[in-house]
């Protein structure tokens, strides 16, 4: 009620026909119809198919003797996507989106009538695409008629009139009594529902797809529309697959334990018990870490005459989604694999809509991937990874002939030998000469799959060489790896002694090269190790040239100064130091001219009269009078000089003066000067000679200075031993 007023959906007449295409096999819109009645709700032990004329119309049509529908559930069979199927014990629903019975039946014809019954209800309903055009209908409406059992009185809900109307007007069945017909025929069944699908689908000649004529016993598909790009890798068979051209084929092999009986064109269906037809059987388990208990995928080789039918089955809770698909070694473009057969229950991928494929995601791909590699195991075990062994060398006779009880439907395994084609067309369980299985109350023997819990049924000796050939290979390519690298190491330490040896060689070759004499063997040197060698040879000839000049420049200074030095004693012999203290003073007393600065400085000039240097001198403070005003001329007279003389540079640090053509003077400073003749006047005789003697000193140190100099790698002595030198120049200035 809170939702009145608003509208619902409307699904349009076209969409029948839009939905019906998801199937591509008429076979695929037929198994729609099957898994219907094999579902728990409905749980029919028997199906027939048949192909009917109804006032000349062919009609094909689908009975089973499952439970039937009440009139509520027959709408919502009619309507979309309403599916209320639940399991019932291990029987598990096929049916889950609510919606193969109206793709499945629309693929097949235009239009499709239900009849059902129930202990207390039957009913009719018409899901009719001529219909829908005829009145011109906007959403798809399905006309349903009921009546009561056992009176069969019709009953009243709904429109009833119209709903009936409806159905005898556009359907092949034009009166209430030929509805009633088709209700009472199914009678015998007590429960059940029939299906009348006409108008069927036509090919672009106008023929009917389907084909009923080829065969009267089956109903064959021409166009099988699908190819089978699985095996493009190979020479494609002749023939197209079998189970996609023959229904009856088909029905045989649709589920993967058959427990419904299908009946075609009067004719049972000799279900296979595929999983137990092969030969030479053997069970491995997928194992994903997300699965419960092992998934158990069984391998044979293909009893079957069709050298097509091998690959792997793969069904989806007991019914066939994908057939003989090919994978691992039966993908490559030779004969590997030929004639194994795989059939897996794959309850944990999930079908698409038409049930014809699985979701490509990746539990499928895991799952493809892990099953080919149990495909080729299987294969390399049995035939010894061999594609000569052709499969026509195989044994093709069943391990063991399963037959199923036409009563109780189990399925008991025959011990006698007998083949599948021994077989009568009805079969009981008390003709079984087992006695442990020949009554219909005694349920059917375990599954053997049980043994392969802890693993395949067989041991995969083959894989277990090829795995133990690969760790070999392994371990004997870690072996060349070893070696190779320990000769590698030996190479690299031989290569470091002899290149140390190289060193050791060129070493004493550039030794023996600076000597005059080169003892490396220049045929064993490369050209950019000669090159290199000259280099340094050059380098080191230049350094020698250098060397040697300042060795004789060195020299000839030593000789200079030696020469100097001689000269000085020789005159300073001839002194009286008390003539020349007395001729300082009488000097001193002579100048005019005094500073009250205690200190002054020396200037040090070439000859040019460029300044070299500027020597501070310092004096006691006690002293009122100075010399420094005084010129002191040191130059050496240029006549007693036979040395070159010395280049004109101005640059202290480049200095070698030319000690000849030195003079040193004190620095004029005129603002200081002062007039203190009265002051010298009033000194006595023993003041003036310690002071005299104290410039005398005063003048060693510094001349002491100067000449370490001027000649700073001759040993000098003590400032006092310069006092020759000193008297020397006094003199020489005087
Ligand atoms: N033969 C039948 N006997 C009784 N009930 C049937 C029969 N066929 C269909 N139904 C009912 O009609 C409903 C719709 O069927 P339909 O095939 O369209 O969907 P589904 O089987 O539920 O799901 P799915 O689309 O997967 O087949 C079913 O759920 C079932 O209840
Ligand atoms: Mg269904
Ligand atoms: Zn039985």
Redesign the pocket.
């Known amino acids: 009620m809170a939702y009145r007023g608003v509208q619902t959906s409307k699904v349009s007449p076209a969409y029948l026909h839009g939905n019906s295409t998801s199937h591509t096999f008429a076979f695929s819109a037929v198994a729609?119809l099957l898994?219907?009645?094999y579902?728990p709700?409905?749980n029919a032990s028997e199906i027939w198919i048949d192909k009917r004329s109804i006032n000349n119309t062919i009609c094909l049509t689908f009975v089973?003797n499952?439970?039937?529908?009440d009139p509520n559930?027959l709408h919502?069979?009619l309507s979309f996507g309403?599916?209320?199927?639940e399991a019932v014990g291990s029987h598990q629903p096929i049916?889950?989106?609510?919606?193969?019975?109206?793709s499945g039946s629309m693929k097949l014809g235009n239009d499709a009538l239900v009849f059902?019954r129930q202990a207390n209800y039957m009913s009719v309903g018409m899901l009719s695409q001529t219909y829908l055009k005829n009145i011109k209908a906007e959403t798809v409406l399905v006309p349903i008629v009921s009546w009561s059992l056992p009176d069969k009185m019709r009953s009243n809900t709904g429109d009833v009139k119209s709903n009936l109307q409806s159905i005898l007007q556009h359907s092949i069945l034009k009166t209430e009594k030929d509805l009633l017909n088709e209700l009472d025929s199914m009678e015998k069944l007590k429960t059940g529902?029939k299906i009348i699908i006409y108008n069927l689908a036509r090919i672009g000649n106008g023929n009917l797809e389907l084909d009923f004529d080829s065969d009267p016993l089956d109903i064959r598909n021409p166009d099988t529309h699908v190819k089978d790009y699985s095996t493009i890798n190979r020479i494609q068979a002749e023939s197209k697959p079998r189970y996609k051209v023959s229904l009856r084929d088909y029905c045989s092999i649709l589920y993967l334990k058959p427990k419904m009986k299908i009946v075609l064109r009067g004719k049972k269906v000799k279900t296979k018990l595929i999983q137990k037809s092969l030969s030479q059987t053997e069970i491995d388990t997928y194992r994903p870490t997300w699965a419960e208990r092992p998934i158990p995928i069984r391998f044979g080789f293909t009893s079957s005459k069709n050298s097509d039918d091998y690959g792997i089955m793969m069904y989806h809770k007991n019914r066939l989604i994908r057939a003989y698909e090919k994978i691992g070694y039966q993908k490559q473009p030779n004969e590997l694999g030929i004639g194994v057969v795989g059939v897996v229950d794959s309850y944990f991928l999930t079908p698409i809509h038409n049930k014809q494929d699985f979701q490509r995601d990746d539990k499928y791909s895991a799952f493809m991937t892990n099953a080919a590699q149990k495909l080729n195991d299987y294969w390399n075990e049995k035939r010894g990874g061999n594609e000569k062994t052709a499969p026509q060398n195989q044994q093709t006779v069943p391990d063991w002939t399963w037959a199923q009880c036409d009563n109780c439907l189990r399925w008991r395994r025959l011990t006698t030998g007998m083949t599948s084609e021994d077989l009568p067309d009805k079969w009981f369980c008390h003709m079984n000469a087992d006695a442990q299985f020949n009554r219909c109350e005694i349920p059917e023997e375990p599954e053997d799959e049980e043994e392969a819990l802890s693993g395949a049924t067989y041991k995969k000796t083959f894989k277990k060489q090829q795995q133990e050939r690969k760790i070999k290979i392994k371990f004997m390519a870690a072996e060349q790896n070893r070696t190779r690298e320990m000769l590698l190491a030996a190479k690299e330490k031989e290569l470091a002694r002899k290149e140390q040896e190289m060193r050791k060689k060129t070493a004493v070759g550039e030794v023996s090269s600076t000597a005059g004499s080169s003892s490396v063997n220049p045929n064993s040197m490369t050209p950019v190790q000669i090159r290199r060698m000259k280099k340094d040879l050059d380098k080191l000839m230049k350094e020698k040239q250098n060397k040697e000049k300042e060795i004789s420049e060195l020299k000839r200074q030593k000789t200079m100064s030696e020469r100097i030095c001689r000269e000085y004693q020789k005159k300073a012999r001839h002194l009286n130091l008390d003539n020349l203290i007395s001729s300082v003073n009488k000097q001193i007393e002579e100048d005019t001219r005094d500073v009250t600065s205690t200190s002054g400085t020396i200037q040090i000039k070439t000859e040019e009269g460029d300044i070299v240097d500027i020597i501070p001198v310092e004096e006691p403070s006690t002293s009122g009078t100075n010399n420094c005003n005084k010129v002191v001329d040191l130059t050496v007279d240029s006549d007693e000089e036979d040395g070159p003389s010395a280049p004109k540079i101005s640059r202290r640090e480049d200095i070698k003066p030319d000690i000849s053509k030195i003079k040193i003077e004190p620095k004029q400073e005129p603002s200081k000067v002062v007039n203190n003749t009265q002051n010298q006047n009033t000194q006595t005789d023993k003041t003036e000679d310690t002071k005299t003697r104290q410039r005398l000193l005063n003048l060693q140190v510094n001349v002491h200075k100067l000449l370490k100099m001027i000649v700073p790698d001759e040993d000098l002595g003590k400032p006092e031993n310069v006092e020759d030198i000193v008297t020397a120049m006094i003199l020489h200035n005087s």
């Open positions: 729609e898994d219907n009645a579902d709700d409905v089973d499952g439970y039937g529908m559930k919502k069979m309403y599916c209320e199927k049916g889950h989106y609510g919606n193969g019975f109206k059902t529902t």
